[in-house]
Nanobody
Framework: QVQLVESGGGLVQPGESLRLSCAAS????????MNWYRQAPGMQRKWIAL????????NYADSVKGRFTISRDNVKNTAYLQMNNLTAEDTAVYYC???????WGQGTQVTVSS
């Protein structure tokens, strides 16, 4: 079964950090780029980060550049999103996505609140 499962979200205070994980199964993970998206309450889903299949290229949305770091482990078939200096504006459901997987996963909720 081809799928992506996000995890690692939670409730944190402003300024704190979280690391999200995206576990892939059912396809050749290392052959595809990976993306992270997020959807804030009442808003459309937005792209925030991309990593190439070999990890050599990374791109970020301006809203997260300098605070978030995308990475991957092609042995563990897992992508990560390290999120530092979180603010209330980062509150959203976070999703990972591969061109190989048609459906969106359930995502993982990140809430930043004091």
């Amino acid at each position: 079964q081809v799928q992506l499962v996000e995890s690692g979200g939670g409730l944190v205070q402003p300024g704190e950090s979280l690391r999200l994980s995206c576990a892939a199964s059912g396809f050749t993970f290392g052959a595809y780029a990976m993306n992270w998206y997020r959807q804030a309450p009442g808003m459309q889903r937005k792209w925030i980060a991309l990593i190439s299949s070999d990890g050599g290229t990374k791109n970020y949305a301006d809203s997260v550049k300098g605070r978030f770091t995308i990475s991957r482990d092609n042995v563990k078939n897992t992508a990560y999103l390290q999120m530092n200096n979180l603010t209330a504006e980062d509150t959203a459901v976070y999703y990972c996505k591969s061109p190989r997987v048609l459906d969106w996963g359930q995502g993982t909720q990140v809430t930043v609140s004091s």
